[in-house]
């Protein structure tokens, strides 16, 4: 991989400063004050949120307390997305910090899966990697590497460790030099205005004429409404890690460089602002 070493730091320690309040339903002892936090933004809020879930708690009367989860003004949030998947898919065009609202009851079964612990979210994290590897080299790096590969790419994520997981990580991100890219871009694009999850196909970052592919041609193929209006005016907005990268940007140094650590390029199509 190209080495711009002070993008995936960049990347790696964004952080979104968010407050977490009570849902007004849940009974306590005491009135609970809210929490602050900064959360990063390539984690999981399961992960995260222990020093939250502490704080609340202790307000809390023991029986009322069951399985905590997360909402955004109405929307409950996927614990297994990332952080920064959910901000920019949610909130991105609200004022920080980020409102967040802590329930422990009335857990919503038809919209959140169940994550009683943090093997849960290994395992899920995991799987994704396995997933992107197939795409990306048929999963032939993943299969090579042992098991404390495995668990030193977790553990870098669950303690924060940039070094720690980009020793590992830097396997998964590379190819050979006749290849010039990834066999498949592993990606996903999720939309604010739809009910479908996220789309995802195979695309190849290279063309059959040895030419890069860029974000702008991912999105002309997947997702052409991302891009171009009835009336010629732009009215989303295509976010990755907080930020609108241009459209020129070839797809495979995207991947390269703004992959979350699951190594897929999570990519937000959101409505721009109108004011």
């Known amino acids: 991989m190209t080495d711009d070493k002070d993008v995936l730091r960049d990347v790696w320690f964004g952080r979104i400063p968010t407050c977490f309040t009570l849902y007004q339903d849940e009974i306590t002892e005491r009135e609970a004050d809210p929490y602050y936090l900064l959360l990063p933004r390539i984690s999981y809020l399961t992960l995260v949120t222990d020093k939250v879930k502490k704080h609340f708690q202790k307000v809390m009367r023991q029986e009322e307390v069951s399985e905590i989860w997360f909402e955004y003004e109405g929307t409950p949030l996927k614990w297994h997305y990332p952080i920064g998947l959910l901000f920019d898919l949610h909130a991105s065009n609200t004022a920080l910090p980020w409102s967040i609202t802590v329930h422990f009851k009335n857990f919503p079964e038809r919209d959140?899966?169940?994550?009683?612990?943090?093997?849960?979210?290994?395992?899920?994290?995991?799987?994704?990697?396995?997933?992107?590897?197939?795409?990306?080299?048929?999963?032939?790096?993943v299969?090579?590497?042992?098991?404390?590969?495995?668990?030193?790419?977790?553990?870098?994520?669950?303690?924060?460790?940039?070094?720690?997981?980009?020793?590992?990580?830097?396997?998964?991100?590379?190819?050979?030099?006749?290849?010039?890219?990834?066999?498949?871009?592993?990606?996903?694009?999720?939309?604010?205005?739809?009910?479908?999850?996220?789309?995802?196909?195979?695309?190849?970052?290279?063309?059959?004429?040895?030419?890069?592919?860029?974000?702008?041609?991912?999105?002309?193929?997947?997702?052409?409404?991302?891009?171009?209006?009835?009336?010629?005016?732009?009215?989303?907005?295509?976010?990755?890690?907080?930020?609108?990268?241009m459209l020129e940007t070839p797809i495979q140094w995207l991947s390269e460089h703004m992959s979350y650590p699951d190594n897929f390029l999570h990519i937000s199509i959101i409505p721009r602002p109108t004011d």
């Open 112 to 141: 959140l899966l169940h994550c009683h612990s943090k093997d849960v979210i290994e395992a899920h994290f995991m799987a994704c990697i396995k997933e992107a590897d197939a795409l990306k080299h048929k999963s032939q790096v």
């Open 143 to 245: 299969n090579e590497m042992q098991k404390k590969d495995h668990k030193q790419l977790w553990m870098g994520l669950q303690n924060d460790k940039f070094e720690q997981f980009w020793a590992i990580n830097r396997k998964l991100m590379e190819y050979s030099p006749e290849e010039s890219g990834f066999r498949y871009i592993p990606f996903r694009i999720y939309q604010a205005t739809t009910e479908r999850p996220f789309i995802q196909k195979l695309f190849r970052p290279i063309t059959s004429g040895g030419q890069l592919h860029t974000l702008g041609d991912l999105l002309k193929d997947v997702c052409p409404s991302a891009i171009t209006s009835e009336d010629g005016e732009q009215k989303t907005q295509v976010m990755i890690h907080g930020i609108e990268p």
